[in-house]
């Protein structure tokens, strides 16, 4: 998409179906897109395979996903954007807290 005329932006919950539907390996490709933005902890990010860890790379990936899809809208969403980059920093902490031995509620 190209550009888009006032009020004609696709749909939030469209766009994350479809992200989540792209037939990517979603876990490898959220494992892969971390080792880039947490380089400190890209050597413990491969043997990590408990499930909350794997869940958590299969939603950093569908949120980059829609990070990179936002960035291509012309013109922006500015505050949708900024959003879903605010989330993909949280799922960042999250990741170090966890490769870091952390225990946190939101993840068993």
Not at 74 to 90: D, K, N
Request: glycine residues 6%.
């Amino acid at each position: 998409m190209d550009s888009h005329e006032a009020g004609e932006y696709p749909d939030e919950d469209d766009m994350l179906r479809d992200q989540i539907n792209s037939g990517i390996a979603l876990i490898r490709a959220g494992r892969a897109r971390l080792m880039l933005a947490l380089p400190r902890h890209r050597h413990k990010i491969p043997s990590t395979h408990r499930l909350a860890f794997q869940s958590l790379c299969r939603v950093y990936e569908v949120t980059a996903l829609m990070v990179d899809e936002l960035r291509r809208e012309v013109p922006r969403r500015e505050e949708l954007l900024a959003e879903y980059e605010g989330i993909c920093r949280g799922i960042e902490a999250d990741a170090v807290a966890m490769l870091d031995g952390e225990t946190s509620d939101r993840w068993c």
